[in-house]
Protein backbone atom coordinates (compact mmCIF):
# COMPACT_ATOMS: atom_id res chain seq x y z
CA UNK A 1 0.00 0.00 0.00
CA UNK A 2 3.06 2.31 0.78
CA UNK A 3 4.57 1.60 -2.45
CA UNK A 4 1.03 2.25 -4.66
CA UNK A 5 0.70 5.62 -2.43
CA UNK A 6 3.92 6.52 -3.25
CA UNK A 7 3.25 5.92 -7.20
CA UNK A 8 0.21 7.78 -6.95
CA UNK A 9 2.08 10.81 -5.57
CA UNK A 10 4.83 11.06 -7.95
CA UNK A 11 2.43 10.55 -10.83
CA UNK A 12 0.86 13.23 -9.51
CA UNK A 13 4.08 15.37 -9.42
CA UNK A 14 4.75 14.20 -13.11
CA UNK A 15 1.65 15.49 -13.91
CA UNK A 16 1.10 18.63 -12.10
CA UNK A 17 4.21 19.89 -12.01
CA UNK A 18 4.89 20.97 -15.43
CA UNK A 19 1.76 23.04 -14.48
CA UNK A 20 3.08 24.45 -11.28
CA UNK A 21 6.31 25.80 -12.62
CA UNK A 22 5.20 27.40 -15.15
CA UNK A 23 2.76 29.09 -13.58
CA UNK A 24 4.51 30.19 -10.52
CA UNK A 25 7.22 31.38 -13.34
CA UNK A 26 4.78 32.92 -15.52
CA UNK A 27 2.36 34.65 -12.69
CA UNK A 28 3.19 33.78 -9.27
CA UNK A 29 6.35 35.67 -9.24
CA UNK A 30 5.96 38.44 -11.55
CA UNK A 31 2.70 39.35 -9.61
CA UNK A 32 5.25 39.06 -6.02
CA UNK A 33 7.78 41.00 -7.94
CA UNK A 34 4.89 43.78 -8.90
CA UNK A 35 3.80 43.79 -5.34
CA UNK A 36 7.26 44.52 -3.95
CA UNK A 37 7.83 46.96 -6.59
CA UNK A 38 4.94 49.12 -6.02
CA UNK A 39 6.78 49.98 -2.60
CA UNK A 40 9.82 51.74 -4.37
CA UNK A 41 10.28 54.57 -6.34
CA UNK A 42 12.06 52.99 -9.35
CA UNK A 43 11.98 53.71 -12.91
CA UNK A 44 10.23 51.43 -15.46
CA UNK A 45 13.82 49.22 -15.51
CA UNK A 46 15.77 49.23 -12.63
CA UNK A 47 15.51 49.19 -8.68
CA UNK A 48 14.48 52.50 -6.78
CA UNK A 49 14.79 53.51 -3.07
CA UNK A 50 11.83 51.92 -1.26
CA UNK A 51 9.51 54.47 -0.33
CA UNK A 52 6.78 52.21 2.05
CA UNK A 53 2.76 53.36 0.76
CA UNK A 54 3.75 56.78 -0.62
CA UNK A 55 3.24 55.23 -3.36
CA UNK A 56 -0.39 54.44 -2.99
CA UNK A 57 -1.11 57.70 -1.23
CA UNK A 58 0.07 59.28 -4.42
CA UNK A 59 -1.79 57.49 -6.42
CA UNK A 60 -5.59 57.29 -4.55
CA UNK A 61 -4.85 61.32 -4.24
CA UNK A 62 -4.28 61.72 -8.03
CA UNK A 63 -6.91 63.67 -9.84
CA UNK A 64 -6.02 61.20 -13.26
CA UNK A 65 -6.65 58.13 -11.05
CA UNK A 66 -9.81 59.07 -10.22
CA UNK A 67 -10.91 60.03 -13.90
CA UNK A 68 -9.98 56.76 -14.64
CA UNK A 69 -11.47 54.60 -12.55
CA UNK A 70 -15.04 56.47 -13.07
CA UNK A 71 -14.40 55.90 -16.47
CA UNK A 72 -13.65 52.46 -15.99
CA UNK A 73 -16.61 52.11 -14.11
CA UNK A 74 -18.92 53.76 -16.82
CA UNK A 75 -17.77 51.77 -19.26
CA UNK A 76 -18.15 48.21 -17.25
CA UNK A 77 -21.63 49.61 -16.84
CA UNK A 78 -22.27 50.48 -20.67
CA UNK A 79 -20.66 47.22 -21.76
CA UNK A 80 -21.53 44.25 -19.08
CA UNK A 81 -25.21 43.80 -18.53
CA UNK A 82 -26.00 45.25 -22.08
CA UNK A 83 -23.16 42.49 -24.18
CA UNK A 84 -25.19 39.95 -21.71
CA UNK A 85 -28.40 40.10 -22.58
CA UNK A 86 -28.12 41.17 -25.91
CA UNK A 87 -25.80 38.02 -26.41
CA UNK A 88 -28.95 36.01 -24.58
CA UNK A 89 -31.14 37.45 -27.02
CA UNK A 90 -29.67 36.00 -30.10
CA UNK A 91 -28.58 32.84 -29.17
CA UNK A 92 -32.51 32.53 -28.25
CA UNK A 93 -32.78 33.46 -31.73
CA UNK A 94 -30.18 31.63 -32.81
CA UNK A 95 -31.31 28.15 -31.38
CA UNK A 96 -34.34 28.19 -32.86
CA UNK A 97 -32.83 27.40 -36.32
CA UNK A 98 -31.59 24.29 -37.49
CA UNK A 99 -28.50 22.92 -39.72
CA UNK A 100 -27.18 24.92 -42.20
CA UNK A 101 -28.89 28.36 -41.60
CA UNK A 102 -28.13 28.34 -37.93
CA UNK A 103 -24.71 27.29 -38.62
CA UNK A 104 -24.48 30.40 -40.96
CA UNK A 105 -26.15 32.59 -38.83
CA UNK A 106 -23.83 31.77 -36.30
CA UNK A 107 -20.53 32.12 -38.01
CA UNK A 108 -21.97 35.51 -38.76
CA UNK A 109 -22.21 36.66 -35.04
CA UNK A 110 -18.98 34.79 -34.08
CA UNK A 111 -16.72 36.58 -37.18
CA UNK A 112 -16.52 39.95 -35.48
CA UNK A 113 -14.55 38.19 -31.91
CA UNK A 114 -11.39 36.78 -34.21
CA UNK A 115 -10.78 40.11 -35.27
CA UNK A 116 -7.35 41.41 -34.30
CA UNK A 117 -8.71 45.34 -32.16
CA UNK A 118 -6.96 47.24 -35.19
CA UNK A 119 -9.04 45.91 -38.20
CA UNK A 120 -12.08 46.66 -35.58
CA UNK A 121 -10.76 50.16 -35.02
CA UNK A 122 -9.91 51.13 -38.91
CA UNK A 123 -13.53 49.83 -39.68
CA UNK A 124 -15.41 51.19 -37.24
CA UNK A 125 -13.37 54.30 -37.93
CA UNK A 126 -14.67 54.71 -41.20
CA UNK A 127 -17.55 53.90 -40.30
CA UNK A 128 -18.31 56.70 -37.72
CA UNK A 129 -15.92 59.09 -40.10
CA UNK A 130 -17.56 62.82 -39.80
CA UNK A 131 -17.22 63.31 -43.63
CA UNK A 132 -18.02 60.04 -45.39
CA UNK A 133 -19.12 57.75 -42.73
CA UNK A 134 -22.06 56.00 -42.69
CA UNK A 135 -23.00 56.19 -39.09
CA UNK A 136 -23.62 60.08 -40.04
CA UNK A 137 -27.03 59.10 -41.04
CA UNK A 138 -28.22 58.19 -38.11
CA UNK A 139 -26.08 60.68 -35.80
CA UNK A 140 -27.69 63.96 -37.81
CA UNK A 141 -30.90 64.11 -36.50
CA UNK A 142 -29.63 63.80 -33.23
CA UNK A 143 -27.82 66.60 -33.60
CA UNK A 144 -29.54 69.40 -35.48
CA UNK A 145 -28.84 67.84 -39.01
CA UNK A 146 -25.23 68.62 -38.73
CA UNK A 147 -22.36 65.54 -38.64
CA UNK A 148 -20.10 65.14 -35.66
CA UNK A 149 -17.58 63.37 -34.57
CA UNK A 150 -18.31 60.76 -31.97
CA UNK A 151 -15.00 59.98 -30.75
CA UNK A 152 -13.98 63.67 -30.18
CA UNK A 153 -16.82 64.68 -28.37
CA UNK A 154 -16.73 63.80 -25.12
CA UNK A 155 -20.02 62.75 -24.26
CA UNK A 156 -20.61 60.79 -26.91
CA UNK A 157 -16.64 58.37 -26.85
CA UNK A 158 -17.35 55.84 -24.23
CA UNK A 159 -21.36 55.23 -25.36
CA UNK A 160 -19.72 54.60 -28.99
CA UNK A 161 -16.86 52.60 -27.63
CA UNK A 162 -18.67 50.30 -25.42
CA UNK A 163 -20.94 49.59 -28.94
CA UNK A 164 -18.14 48.80 -31.02
CA UNK A 165 -17.00 46.55 -28.06
CA UNK A 166 -20.51 44.83 -27.44
CA UNK A 167 -20.64 44.30 -31.40
CA UNK A 168 -17.20 42.72 -31.52
CA UNK A 169 -17.11 40.97 -28.33
CA UNK A 170 -20.68 39.29 -28.52
CA UNK A 171 -20.15 36.28 -30.73
CA UNK A 172 -18.23 33.82 -27.72
CA UNK A 173 -20.74 35.33 -25.64
CA UNK A 174 -23.22 33.63 -28.15
CA UNK A 175 -21.79 30.29 -28.19
CA UNK A 176 -21.56 30.31 -24.44
CA UNK A 177 -25.54 31.03 -24.27
CA UNK A 178 -26.39 28.61 -27.34
CA UNK A 179 -24.12 25.46 -25.49
CA UNK A 180 -26.25 26.23 -22.31
CA UNK A 181 -29.46 26.08 -24.06
CA UNK A 182 -28.75 23.12 -25.60
CA UNK A 183 -28.38 21.35 -22.65
CA UNK A 184 -32.08 22.16 -21.61
CA UNK A 185 -34.13 18.89 -22.74
CA UNK A 186 -37.10 19.70 -25.58
CA UNK A 187 -39.43 17.57 -23.14
CA UNK A 188 -39.58 20.44 -20.75
CA UNK A 189 -40.64 22.97 -22.91
CA UNK A 190 -43.19 20.48 -24.72
CA UNK A 191 -44.89 19.57 -20.89
CA UNK A 192 -44.97 23.72 -21.15
CA UNK A 193 -47.00 23.83 -23.91
CA UNK A 194 -49.37 21.01 -22.69
CA UNK A 195 -49.66 23.09 -19.48
CA UNK A 196 -50.60 26.19 -22.10
CA UNK A 197 -47.78 28.06 -20.55
CA UNK A 198 -46.23 30.52 -23.31
CA UNK A 199 -43.16 31.97 -24.28
CA UNK A 200 -42.65 34.39 -21.70
CA UNK A 201 -43.53 32.06 -18.81
CA UNK A 202 -41.55 29.14 -20.41
CA UNK A 203 -38.36 31.68 -20.41
CA UNK A 204 -39.01 32.85 -16.80
CA UNK A 205 -39.45 29.52 -15.42
CA UNK A 206 -37.24 27.43 -17.35
CA UNK A 207 -35.08 28.78 -19.97
CA UNK A 208 -33.55 31.07 -17.22
CA UNK A 209 -32.93 29.34 -14.31
CA UNK A 210 -31.59 26.50 -16.11
CA UNK A 211 -29.33 28.47 -18.17
CA UNK A 212 -28.54 30.73 -14.83
CA UNK A 213 -24.52 29.25 -14.57
CA UNK A 214 -24.09 30.74 -17.91
CA UNK A 215 -25.50 33.35 -17.95
CA UNK A 216 -23.29 34.03 -14.37
CA UNK A 217 -20.21 32.64 -16.24
CA UNK A 218 -20.38 35.32 -19.34
CA UNK A 219 -21.34 38.33 -16.53
CA UNK A 220 -18.17 37.38 -14.85
CA UNK A 221 -15.94 36.97 -17.83
CA UNK A 222 -17.18 40.02 -19.37
CA UNK A 223 -16.80 41.87 -15.68
CA UNK A 224 -13.05 41.02 -15.66
CA UNK A 225 -12.63 42.08 -19.02
CA UNK A 226 -13.97 45.50 -19.39
CA UNK A 227 -12.22 46.49 -16.19
CA UNK A 228 -8.93 45.59 -17.91
CA UNK A 229 -10.19 47.59 -21.67
CA UNK A 230 -7.29 49.31 -23.07
CA UNK A 231 -7.07 48.88 -26.88
CA UNK A 232 -10.17 50.38 -28.15
CA UNK A 233 -10.23 53.13 -25.52
CA UNK A 234 -6.54 54.35 -26.65
CA UNK A 235 -7.03 53.81 -30.49
CA UNK A 236 -9.83 55.81 -30.58
CA UNK A 237 -8.79 58.60 -28.34
CA UNK A 238 -5.65 59.16 -30.65
CA UNK A 239 -5.30 62.54 -31.67
CA UNK A 240 -8.45 63.53 -29.10
CA UNK A 241 -8.14 64.38 -25.66
CA UNK A 242 -6.72 61.06 -23.24
CA UNK A 243 -7.07 62.04 -20.15
CA UNK A 244 -10.40 63.04 -20.48
CA UNK A 245 -11.21 59.33 -21.69
CA UNK A 246 -8.42 57.16 -19.69
CA UNK A 247 -9.12 54.39 -18.38
CA UNK A 248 -7.48 52.01 -15.57
CA UNK A 249 -5.03 50.35 -17.81
CA UNK A 250 -4.47 53.36 -19.85
CA UNK A 251 -3.55 55.35 -16.81
CA UNK A 252 -1.08 52.49 -15.55
CA UNK A 253 0.40 53.18 -19.05
CA UNK A 254 0.78 56.28 -19.09
CA UNK A 255 2.66 56.04 -15.44
CA UNK A 256 5.35 53.31 -17.10
CA UNK A 257 5.65 54.14 -20.43
CA UNK A 258 5.41 57.70 -20.93
CA UNK A 259 6.44 58.76 -17.52
CA UNK A 260 9.02 55.87 -16.62
CA UNK A 261 7.48 55.87 -13.39
CA UNK A 262 7.39 51.79 -12.56
CA UNK A 263 6.74 52.14 -8.44
CA UNK A 264 3.79 54.37 -9.39
CA UNK A 265 2.48 51.76 -12.37
CA UNK A 266 3.39 49.33 -10.10
CA UNK A 267 1.34 50.52 -7.22
CA UNK A 268 -1.96 51.57 -9.85
CA UNK A 269 -1.87 48.02 -11.03
CA UNK A 270 -1.85 46.69 -7.72
CA UNK A 271 -4.72 48.62 -6.81
CA UNK A 272 -6.31 47.16 -10.45
CA UNK A 273 -5.72 44.01 -9.36
CA UNK A 274 -7.54 44.25 -6.33
CA UNK A 275 -10.39 45.72 -7.86
CA UNK A 276 -10.77 43.07 -10.66
CA UNK A 277 -10.92 40.45 -7.61
CA UNK A 278 -12.67 41.84 -4.96
CA UNK A 279 -15.39 42.48 -7.89
CA UNK A 280 -15.22 39.31 -9.21
CA UNK A 281 -15.59 37.58 -6.19
CA UNK A 282 -18.27 39.27 -5.29
CA UNK A 283 -20.24 39.29 -8.51
CA UNK A 284 -19.80 35.27 -8.43
CA UNK A 285 -20.93 34.87 -4.93
CA UNK A 286 -24.18 37.17 -5.74
CA UNK A 287 -24.34 35.37 -8.75
CA UNK A 288 -24.10 31.99 -7.24
CA UNK A 289 -26.86 32.77 -4.06
CA UNK A 290 -29.21 33.71 -7.11
CA UNK A 291 -28.83 30.44 -8.83
CA UNK A 292 -29.61 28.63 -5.54
CA UNK A 293 -32.75 30.40 -5.04
Known amino acids: MLRDRRQEWLTALVLVGPFVLIYGGL ?39 HSAFWNTAYFVLLTVIP ?6 LIAMAVNRHNGWVQGFVLACFFLPYILPVSVVFLAWNWIIDVQYGLAQVFVRPFNGGEPMSLTRTIPAFMPTVAFVTVWWTMGFNILLFIAGLRNVSPEIYEAAQLDSAGRWRQFTRITWPLIWPVTALVLTIQLIAQLKIFDQVYLFSIGGRQDATITLVQ ?22 FGMIVILSVLQYQVLRVRGDK
Do not use: C, R
Open 27 to 65: FVWPTIQMVMLSFTKAPLIGSGDWVGIDNYVKILSHKLF
Open 83 to 88: NTLVSL
Open 251 to 272: YVYKLAFQQNKGGEAATASVLL
